[in-house]
C-alpha cells in the first residue's frame, strides 16, 4: 500500500506543474492573492516545487493541487494546457472534456484515466487563464480510490478564486 501513496504523490507532482518555456523578456511568477480553502477532510498540505499548493489525503492517498504561471510571452490555449496536465500519463484516455465558464473566464474541466509507472489513476483538472495568468487545478488518484474524494476537490474548485 506505501507503494501506491507513493505513486499518488509523485501523479500529484508530476500533474501539478507544467513546463514552463520562458520566452526573452518573459519573466514567469506565480499568481499573487489567489484565495481558497484548503481541502477538507484528510487532505494535509504537502510541500512541491511543482505547485503552488498540494495536498495529499491521508485516507487514499489522492492529491489536490493547484499551479499559475504569469507574466509568460506565449499564451497557450485551454486545450494546450490540457494536454500539458495530461501528458504525464501513459496510455491516456480522455473520458471527458468540456469548455464551462470558471472564475468569470472560459475554462477547461475535463477528466482522464491512464497508468503512472504502470499502476492505473485517473485525473480530473479545470484549466483557465485570468489577468495574464494560466491556472491548472487537478485532483488525481488511484483509479480505484478516485470517486471516494471526488467531492473535495469539487468543493476546492468552488472555493477557489483567481485575482
Known amino acids: 500500500m506505501r507503494n501506491h501513496y507513493l505513486v499518488i504523490f509523485i501523479l500529484g ?14 519573466k514567469v511568477t506565480s499568481a499573487k492573492d489567489v484565495e481558497y480553502k484548503q481541502p477538507a477532510g484528510a487532505f494535509k498540505e504537502i510541500a512541491s516545487a511543482d505547485a503552488d499548493k498540494s495536498w495529499i489525503s491521508a485516507n487514499t ?20 494546457l490540457e494536454n500539458d496536465a495530461f501528458a504525464a500519463l501513459n496510455e491516456s484516455k480522455t473520458l471527458s472534456s468540456e469548455e464551462v465558464n470558471y472564475n468569470e473566464r472560459a475554462a477547461r474541466q475535463s477528466r482522464a484515466s491512464g497508468k503512472l509507472d504502470g499502476v492505473p489513476v485517473e485525473l480530473a483538472l479545470i484549466v483557465f487563464q485570468k489577468n495574464g495568468c494560466n491556472y491548472t487545478l487537478t485532483y488525481g488518484g488511484l483509479a480505484k480510490s478516485f470517486s471516494a474524494e471526488a467531492a473535495a476537490f469539487e468543493e476546492f474548485k468552488n472555493n477557489f478564486k483567481a485575482p
Not at 64 to 80: H, Q, V
Open 13 to 26: 507532482l508530476l500533474l501539478s506543474g507544467c513546463v514552463t518555456v520562458q520566452l526573452p523578456g518573459g
Open 61 to 80: 492517498g489522492n492529491t489536490i493541487s493547484y499551479f499559475s504561471e504569469c507574466g509568460g510571452k506565449s499564451e497557450p490555449t485551454l486545450k494546450d
